[in-house]
């Protein structure tokens, strides 16, 4: 199991409002939302991700974690599993996932390292949701978190094709359970969610669904 998920809470209000990561081009549809350590029954929330003419790059929203008391130190050992729902609302078919994850101080106001930046999931988005993961990827950077730090998720597309349209992601801890790691569901009322080192949250039998590892 993951010694380390979160949920993606859709109601409550982030600890800070940091500041959005430089890979992102395109910030103006972005909202900030909380990570949390354990499943709440948040409602399911569509979140645009925008870019315009000439950009590649649009963040959908912000998700900051509480103050994490404990620090601990990542590896490029460590791993990364995440899924969520995706929709290419404007039927580019070209869209895919990208994904930014820093390490903040207890301020929220400095960065303290990058974990992972960078597109996470090759496969084109479609015009009906459907789900979209990355299972065991690595770290990016050795990153030391300092007591009460803070975990940001930044979570938007990548396009090739440099147009004026929207894309959408769904996020909260909806009435269904996890989604499971693989690119071909359907389901909305599936809650997306994200771990580190090997794992998923509770209620995923990883040995009989096969998608972990």
């Known amino acids: 199991m993951a010694d380390l998920t979160f949920f993606l809470n859709s109601d409550a209000a982030a600890a800070h409002d ?3 990561s430089a890979y992102w081009e395109n910030t103006s549809a972005a909202v900030r939302h909380t990570l949390t350590t354990s499943r709440g029954t948040s409602a399911a929330t569509i979140t645009p991700c925008t870019r315009t003419n000439g950009q590649h790059l649009g963040i959908g929203c912000q ?3 509480a103050a994490i008391a404990t ?3 990542w590896t490029t050992s460590d791993t990364i599993d995440f899924v969520i729902m ?3 609302y404007a039927e580019s078919g070209s869209s895919t996932l990208a994904l930014s994850i820093r390490v903040f101080n207890a301020a929220g106001d400095t960065v303290i390292g990058t974990l992972y930046e960078g597109v996470i999931n090759n496969v ?3 015009s009906g949701y459907r789900s979209r993961h990355n299972d065991g990827v690595a770290v990016q950077n050795t990153v030391v978190m300092p007591d009460n730090g803070h975990i940001v998720v930044e979570i938007g597309f990548h396009d090739p094709f440099a ?3 929207s894309n959408r992601l769904i996020i909260g801890e909806m009435s269904g359970g996890p989604l499971l790691l693989s690119d071909d569901q359907t389901d909305v009322d599936l809650y997306p969610w994200l771990a580190f080192t090997y794992g998923a949250p509770a209620g995923v039998n990883v040995a009989l669904t096969g998608v972990c590892g």
């Open 124 to 126: 084109n988005w479609i």
């Open 71 to 73: 620090g601990r130190t």
């Open 163 to 165: 147009a004026t349209f």
């Open 86 to 88: 995706c929709q290419d």
């Open 63 to 65: 998700l900051v974690s």
């Open 18 to 20: 940091c500041a959005y």
